[in-house]
T-cell receptor
Framework: DAGVIQSPRHEVTEMGQEVTLRCKPI?????LFWYRQTMMRGLELLIY????????DSGMPEDRFSAKMPNASFSTLKIQPSEPRDSAVYFC?????????????FGSGTRLTVV | GENVEQHPSTLSVQEGDSAVIKCTYS??????FPWYKQELGKRPQLIID?????GEKKDQRIAVTLNKTAKHFSLHITETQPEDSAVYFC????????????FGDGTTLTVKP
């Protein structure tokens, strides 16, 4: 398996623009998580899905952030409009939880810079 | 909700020495405790985990211990090497939360040659 695949790896955009981050989880994994990592705040959980259904989006900082998981093999995180304070590394992670918890496999991350 | 505290925030050791990182959790329902290693500029990677029905687990130079009564768990690295230098995160999970993990703030380990 190729692991969790995120795209793009790097994104530089101007303030006010829409940004879409993409994630393909490991096939067979039923939970998907979006995290944001900064030096100041560490790893922040933004939202997570179980069997394609959003379970908890309380970590989404503002209405400018939205996430979807239309099927088991694809998820997007959208920021509209983007702001400089959104600059961070965004990680997607997936796991398989068949009634017992297992660890995450993280993607390589998307480094977002909003100027 | 769950709260995980991790100490120390930074740790510097000489090559060959041991390193210990400690975490505490608040929710007694947590039953899975993974540890992740994140090298500079890379993704966090799972290096070892322990479940609540086990007190200790070892994998070569790394080991984890769990004290459910005290609600704390620790990562032990023996015979440290420069390539062990990284940020280490502990986490606590409850399976009823679809596998969601609550992470500690991380420990930056530096191994000096």
């Amino acid at each position: 398996d190729a692991g969790v695949i995120q795209s793009p790896r790097h994104e530089v955009t101007e303030m006010g623009q829409e940004v879409t981050l993409r994630c393909k989880p490991i096939s067979g994994h039923n939970s998907l998580f979006w995290y944001r990592q900064t030096m100041m705040r560490g790893l922040e959980l933004l939202i997570y899905f179980n069997n394609n259904v959003p379970i908890d989006d309380s970590g989404m900082p503002e209405d400018r952030f939205s996430a979807k998981m239309p099927n088991a093999s694809f998820s997007t995180l959208k920021i509209q409009p983007s702001e400089p304070r959104d600059s961070a590394v965004y990680f997607c992670a997936s796991s398989y939880n068949p009634g017992a918890v297992n660890g995450y496999t993280f993607g390589s991350g998307t480094r977002l810079t909003v100027v | 909700g769950e709260n995980v505290e991790q100490h120390p925030s930074t740790l510097s050791v000489q090559e060959g020495d041991s390193a210990v990182i400690k975490c505490t959790y608040s929710d007694s329902a947590s039953n899975y405790f993974p540890w992740y290693k994140q090298e500079l500029g890379k993704r966090p990677q799972l290096i070892i985990d322990i479940r609540s029905n086990v007190g200790e687990k070892k994998d070569q130079r790394i080991a984890v211990t769990l004290n459910k009564t005290a609600k704390h768990f620790s990562l032990h690295i023996t015979e440290t090497q420069p390539e062990d230098s990284a940020v280490y995160f502990c986490a606590a999970s409850i399976w009823t939360n679809a596998g969601k993990s609550t992470f500690g703030d991380g420990t930056t380990l530096t191994v000096k040659p």
